[in-house]
């Protein structure tokens, strides 16, 4: 497994104590896979996608019994060993790239500084110069930019919005990293442009074979190479499996409501149709409801969902709820009735002893 992610909790501070603003996540992303964690806004894509890379802020608390790249635990190694395999091989590219261009350089001299010294033939500094440059044109290139001379003297502020976001593909496909994490990466843009953004990330997925761990809001934004899906609620794994499993057959009434309000569910209602969705929003950091947090927006919830449920699996998903849906409620029912039956045993036994 490229990246293997067991029981990530990440502890924040709120004016009433310590919180678990993600509790016990685990997910794993295989080589060459594109795995798509799905969530609302405030979910904790982005704390997840950061304490990945290392990126959060000493006030966080990171705790995970796995959190391994490539079989080594990312959380036990030195800074400078950690800054070494994320410049390297894990690369990320976020919802507002102009926020991470620096402002005060042009495209070239950013996208020149990408390029490893090791992929350079020219041993003398002066050639090396022009060696460079030519690469930030094929790199423009490669990501769709073909007025490469224009956007090489821009600075950020002259970018359009999806320029700056191919630019930073550019800048961090220059590593050839073996992961990428993609935090929502189209979400201020068009729908051609979002259209464009995705179809450069298949390519390079599929002729680098390089995996992709995409944060996204709803379902209307996942790229269609996702082979696996992880839903997230409030900090919380509601369903995991194959995307095609968990569109077709949703065990977690989560997945029933982002998966048809969807674009892909969309495209196939007849005009006009009501598309059904849950109602209210996900909780603040400060008022996680205990149990199962999506409890108070859930149409399913019931008495027991202030008790977390356990990870269960069934087929080739895993979920958290006491009252799944298809097949699962069905499988979950029958073992309801065997308790019920075998209570119901034992009391008759209790008053054949009695009698
Ligand atoms: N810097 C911060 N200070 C205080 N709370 C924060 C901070 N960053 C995140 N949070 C809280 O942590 C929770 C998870 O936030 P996060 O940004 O990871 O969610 P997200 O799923 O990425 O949301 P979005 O899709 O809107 O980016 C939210 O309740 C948010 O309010």
């Known amino acids: 497994m490229l990246l293997d992610v067991r029981n990530l909790t990440i502890t924040g501070q709120s004016e ?16 060459g896979e594109v795995h798509s964690l799905v969530g609302e806004s405030g979910s904790g894509k982005s704390l997840i996608a950061s304490a990945i890379m290392g990126f959060l802020d000493p006030r ?8 391994w790249f490539d079989g080594k ?8 060993q ?30 020149a500084e990408a390029i490893l010294t090791e992929d350079l033939d020219a041993k003398h500094w002066w050639s090396r110069r022009s060696e460079r440059r030519q690469k930030v044109i094929q790199l423009l290139h490669r990501v769709g930019i073909k007025e490469h001379q224009q956007v090489m003297e821009s600075f950020p502020f002259e970018i359009s919005e999806g320029v700056a976001q191919k630019v930073m593909i550019a800048s961090a496909i220059a590593h050839r990293p073996r992961l990428l994490i993609a935090d929502e990466p189209t979400t201020a ?30 379902m209307g934004t996942i790229m269609p190479e996702s082979q696996r899906l992880t839903m997230l609620y409030s900090g919380q794994i509601m369903e995991s499996g194959p995307t095609e499993a968990l569109l077709k057959e949703p065990f977690h ?10 674009l892909y569910q969309q495209s196939q209602c007849q005009p006009k149709t009501h598309l059904p969705t849950l109602p209210g929003a996900s909780p603040p950091m400060q008022h996680l409801p205990i149990g199962c947090r999506l409890g108070p927006r859930c149409p399913n919830a ?15 998903h895993v979920y958290a709820c006491h009252y799944p849906l ?18 119901v045993d034992s009391d008759t036994e209790q008053e054949h002893d009695n009698d």
């Open 326 to 343: 298809n097949s699962a409620g069905k499988e979950q029912g029958l073992k309801r009735s065997d308790i019920v039956r075998a209570e």
């Open 302 to 316: 019931r008495r027991q969902c202030v008790v977390t449920p356990s990870i269960q699996k069934f087929r080739a």
């Open 82 to 111: 950690r800054r070494k395999i994320i410049g390297v091989d894990i690369a990320m590219i976020f919802q507002d790239p102009r926020s991470y261009l620096d402002p005060n350089d042009t495209i070239e001299a950013q996208l």
């Open 73 to 80: 635990d990312l959380l036990s190694m030195s800074k400078q």
């Open 189 to 218: 843009m068009e729908p051609a442009t979002r259209a464009q953004i995705y179809r450069l990330l298949g390519r390079f997925h599929a002729s680098h074979k390089m995996s992709i761990l995409l944060m996204s809001q709803d």
């Open 16 to 31: 009433h104590g310590p919180v678990d603003v993600v509790d016990r996540v685990s997910f794993s992303v295989a080589e």
């Open 60 to 67: 966080w608390q990171v705790r995970a019994d796995r959190l």
């Open 253 to 262: 009434p989560y997945t029933k409501a982002i998966t048809s309000t969807s």
